[in-house]
């Protein structure tokens, strides 16, 4: 029963850690189930904390499904949110550092 319960508490703190990493570096998880991948990102379009959206790639598609320009951390509550939901319909989601593509120089944003 210990080796039950220090296995959970392991698992939670390292699921834990991902996400602290990935909201101080900009967050991005990936989900997968199947062969269905999920990408839920946190984008800082200008560099910095404000202004920021949360992007969802699905089949290759990108779209913004929330910004803020006034609220820090709405993003990632946000982003955090959608990405439990994603898990309750049985995706695996990973925190991954997110590139910000202000600045990589994509364009496109």
């Keep these: 029963m210990k080796q ?3 296995g959970i508490i392991v698992s939670v703190l390292l699921l834990s850690s991902q996400q602290l ?8 998880m ?6 269905a991948v999920r990408v839920v990102e ?10 920021c959206e949360v992007q969802y790639t699905k089949d290759g598609v990108t779209a913004v499904l929330w910004q803020a ?6 993003c990632q ?6 990405a439990d ?11 991954m550092p997110a590139a910000n593509k202000a600045e990589t120089g994509d364009a496109s944003q």
Excluded: I, M, T, W
């Design 4 to 6: 039950v319960l220090v």
């Design 69 to 74: 320009s006034n609220e820090a951390g709405y």
């Design 85 to 95: 939901k994603l898990r309750g319909y049985g995706f695996e989601c990973v925190a």
């Design 30 to 35: 990936h989900c997968q189930l199947g062969d």
């Design 77 to 82: 509550q946000q982003a955090a949110s959608f």
């Design 42 to 51: 946190v984008v800082y379009p200008k560099g910095g904390e404000l202004p």
């Design 21 to 28: 990493l990935a909201q101080e570096q900009g967050q991005s």
